[in-house]
């Protein structure tokens, strides 16, 4: 799980990155952004993880500081079977601003990494900012669950 | 961070394609499974992906604007070798922090670190977070190498706060605050330049190849 350090690292290199003003230089307006990032939607919805991950990591690139981004970057990630990278994602999503979807998200990915007391922690921290949504409260404990390792 | 298709040699292609079958010691994917892996299944369905499929009018809305930025490429240019050679310079003053650092011990390590994400910061017109410049000022009192800061990039009126900051902390007593955070002050200042270069160097990659995104944007566009 991430320490309070290296949030405060993440948070640091979002912003030098977002004051870079990539998607300005690069000439993407707002409505074009926003049309990348549903055509990355669009291809995890159809399962074409590859072509989801590019979009979407470069959606996060032109707005680093947006967290949903990251969230999705690290379900097409986590989709490819690359965890690690996963993880990273759902980091960068968890130091801009703390969820229990971005906490479940990371416990997946620990529990895939073998890292067991890592997706404890990020389990606990879930359950901690449980929702107040009943389906949601539903998914996130099926999530947890099927990873838990029985005691 | 990691480099992905985006910043991939090939673009499209992942560093890392996805095997055919689960993951070894993974759980069995259930009958339905979409990508083969419960972990991931779990994953998609909290991101709630299948909500988001894109009707075709949608889809169509979406490919044009994606195609347009695509096709608005050689007037970018410009502006893109700008921010390169703006993060090049920002790595430049670090080489130069880290080698004058290595002569002054940890203290020194400590506000080389900091001094990076500080040259970075500085370059791309961010403000300083407070927690840094407080770390920045102390340290360099420590050191005695207030004085010194404005030889080594920092910008004027960062140094003029560090220098104020650490005489007030000097004249309250409070280094030996800061020589107590030591440890603390090492593993955040390792912590941050971990991150950030990797950050940076991922942006670099992601940049260089800036093409080749648009390219997988437009190709993707194109399939349709």
Same mark, same amino acid.
Request: charged share 25%; net charge negative; glycine share 10%.
């Given at each position: 799980?991430m320490g309070k350090?290296?949030e405060?690292?993440?948070?640091t ?10 998607a300005?230089?690069?000439g993407w ?5 926003? $049309? ?5 939607? %669009?291809g995890?919805?159809?399962?074409d993880?590859m ?8 959606a996060?690139?032109? %707005?680093?500081d ?6 999705l970057? $690290? ?5 490819a ?7 990273a994602?759902?980091?960068v ?14 416990a997946?990915?620990c529990?895939?990494?073998?890292d ?6 990020w389990r606990k ?20 669950e099927?990873?838990?390792?029985p005691s | 961070m990691?480099?992905g298709a985006?910043? +991939?040699?090939?673009p499209g292609?992942?560093? &890392?394609?996805?095997?055919a ?5 993974s759980p069995?994917?259930e ?9 991931a299944?779990h994953?998609?369905?909290?991101l709630?992906?299948a ?5 075709d ?19 970018q240019?410009?502006?893109?070798? &700008?921010i390169l ?10 080489s130069?922090?880290?080698?004058f650092?290595?002569?002054?011990g940890?203290v ?7 001094g990076?994400v500080?040259?970075v910061?500085?370059t791309?017109g ?6 840094l410049?407080i770390?920045l000022?102390?340290?360099? +009192?420590a050191?005695?190498l207030t004085s010194a800061?404005g ?5 004027a009126?960062?140094r ?9 902390m000097?004249?309250?007593g409070q280094?030996?605050?800061w ?12 912590a941050?330049v971990?991150? &950030?270069?990797?950050m940076r160097?991922q942006?670099l ?7 080749a995104?648009?390219?997988l944007?437009?190709?993707?566009v194109?399939?349709?």
């Amino acid at each position: 799980m991430m320490g309070k350090t290296e949030e405060t690292g993440v948070r640091t290199a979002i912003s030098a990155l977002t004051q870079l003003g990539l998607a300005e230089a690069a000439g993407w307006t707002p409505a074009e952004r926003a $049309a990348l990032l549903r055509l990355g939607r %669009d291809g995890l919805a159809r399962g074409d993880w590859m072509t989801a991950c590019g979009l979407l990591e470069y959606a996060a690139l032109l %707005d680093p500081d947006r967290a949903e981004t990251w969230e999705l970057v $690290a379900g097409a990630r986590m989709a490819a079977r690359r965890w690690a990278e996963a993880l990273a994602a759902v980091e960068v999503a968890w130091a801009l601003g703390r969820t229990w979807r971005r906490a479940t998200l990371a416990a997946l990915c620990c529990a895939r990494l073998g890292d067991a007391a890592a997706a404890e922690r990020w389990r606990k921290a879930a359950r901690d900012r449980a929702p107040d949504d009943e389906e949601e409260y539903r998914r996130m404990e099926r999530a947890l669950e099927d990873q838990e390792v029985p005691s | 961070m990691s480099v992905g298709a985006v910043g +991939s040699v090939s673009p499209g292609l992942p560093a &890392e394609a996805a095997p055919a079958g689960p993951a070894p010691g993974s759980p069995a994917a259930e009958a339905g499974s979409r990508t083969g892996d419960v972990a991931a299944d779990h994953a998609l369905e909290l991101l709630m992906v299948a909500e988001a499929a894109l009707t075709d009018d949608g889809v169509r809305t979406a490919s044009t604007a994606v195609r347009q930025a695509a096709e608005r490429r050689i007037e970018q240019r410009a502006k893109i070798r &700008e921010i390169l050679r703006r993060i090049q310079e920002a790595q430049q003053h670090r080489s130069w922090w880290q080698k004058f650092c290595d002569a002054f011990g940890w203290v020194g390590k400590v506000l080389g670190a900091i001094g990076g994400v500080v040259a970075v910061v500085a370059t791309a017109g961010a403000a300083l977070p407070a927690g840094l410049a407080i770390g920045l000022a102390a340290g360099a +009192s420590a050191a005695g190498l207030t004085s010194a800061l404005g030889r080594l990039g920092i910008g004027a009126a960062d140094r003029d706060a560090a220098n104020l900051l650490a005489d007030r902390m000097q004249e309250e007593g409070q280094l030996s605050d800061w020589q107590a955070c030591e440890r603390d002050g090492r593993a955040m200042a390792e912590a941050l330049v971990s991150i &950030e270069s990797a950050m940076r160097q991922q942006a670099l990659r992601w940049i260089g190849n800036e093409d080749a995104a648009r390219q997988l944007a437009a190709s993707v566009v194109l399939d349709r």
